[in-house]
């Protein structure tokens, strides 16, 4: 069966496509990434956690179909895919909001997620069922709606003697802890806390190489006042986003300079594995791992072996993009895949939800 993965992470910076076929092995047909018009990434940052309104989320989540369903197809053609061979989609859409911990609601604890990036258009535009809107379900067991790449992160890389981590630097750094031959129900996974984010926030797009940050000092008493947010020492299920590390972060650290920036995100990675001492290797993926000075950093504070996902023929950037291809092959199965370890869910669930063309 051949899926396309489809998503735009926190960054937002743009779509990734993967194109998977499902066999024994699991194999890659493409892979490609279409950056988003600099209209649109504006427009998406400003109803991401912020003040708008409804006229605004509601254009957006229909442009945004249009625009996955263009990605998808611009992808297929670059690797020369028929896009007639693809018989599902998955598309995880653009998170404009997520608040894993519930709030106060007109006198109601609510927990609640938001993706947009409307399924019905991408799958009118393609002529393909598209299985999408893969957090609420977790979320309504109980769960936090993220981690979702956990049950992924171990199809991949479970090793029958190896202890190992999947780290994902997106805009928010996460990883998956995968003791050596562990079934699923021993898996573990978290946020970290920020990966990309704040650094591309300080040298806008990104930091290319880790170059401004190089240059710099680390602001080690700002640093540690950062460091004194609970968040980092908390156990998990816990989850991370723009709410916490967009405007109102850099508005409270207006001191934050590059280097300061990323060793918070080496660190805040370090402090989460050193919490596992059995780990051997770490495998990362995302944009993070392009940072040549964040990658030295890490390698300076982590004991465990760091290699790139590329080494296990996972492309760095492709990693989430094929997680959302795999979670749609499993909705579409009937089978659950979320892993309630890591996302505090009361049971395992199928995810997502499938709109036909």
């Not at 990036?117 to 993220?146: C, L, N, S, W």
């Not at 749609?328 to 009937?334: I, N, P, R, T, V």
Request: aromatic residues 6%; hydrophobic residues 45%; contains cysteine.
């Amino acid at each position: 069966m051949r899926v396309a993965g489809l998503i735009s992470g926190t960054s937002v910076d743009g779509i990734d496509v993967a194109i998977v076929d499902f066999g024994q092995p699991l194999r890659v047909t493409g892979y490609g990434a279409v950056p988003y018009p600099d209209a649109v990434r504006r427009a998406v940052l400003a109803i991401s956690n912020a003040g708008t309104h409804t006229a605004q989320i509601s254009r957006m989540n229909f442009l945004l179909g249009e625009l996955f369903s263009e990605a998808l197809k611009t992808v297929c053609k670059q690797n020369r895919i028929a896009l007639n061979s693809i018989e599902l989609i998955g598309s995880h859409g653009q998170t404009i909001f997520h608040e894993g911990e519930p709030a106060d609601v007109c006198g109601r604890r609510i927990a609640s997620t938001l993706q947009i990036g409307e399924p019905a258009v991408i799958a009118q535009r393609t002529g393909i069922p598209v299985i999408a809107d893969f957090r609420t379900a977790d979320m309504a067991a109980g769960g936090k709606g993220a981690p979702l790449v956990p049950f992924v992160d171990w199809r991949l890389f479970c090793h029958g003697t190896i202890a190992r981590v999947a780290l994902n630097i997106g805009g928010i750094a996460n990883i998956t802890v995968i003791p050596a031959a562990a079934p699923l129900e021993q898996v573990v996974a978290f946020d970290t806390g920020p990966g990309n984010m704040v650094i591309d926030a300080l040298v806008p797009p990104f930091d290319r190489d880790g170059a401004a940050a190089s240059r710099g000092r680390v602001n080690e008493t700002l640093l540690r006042a950062i460091l004194a947010d609970p968040y980092y020492r908390a156990p998990p299920p816990k989850t991370a986003g723009r709410e916490q590390y967009g405007p109102d972060f850099h508005a409270r650290w207006k001191d934050l300079d590059p280097t300061t920036a990323t060793e918070l995100t080496a660190r805040t990675i370090a402090m989460a594995i050193e919490g596992y001492p059995a780990t051997r290797e770490v495998i990362v993926s995302g944009g993070g791992a392009h940072n040549a000075y964040l990658m030295k950093r890490l390698r300076s504070l982590i004991a465990a072996e760091i290699k790139p996902s590329s080494d296990y023929c996972i492309d760095t950037d492709a990693k989430e993009a094929i997680a959302f291809a795999v979670l749609a092959h499993e909705s579409f199965h009937g089978r659950p895949s979320n892993v309630p370890s890591a996302t505090g869910a009361k049971k395992p669930v199928v995810l997502g939800k499938r709109v036909e063309p």
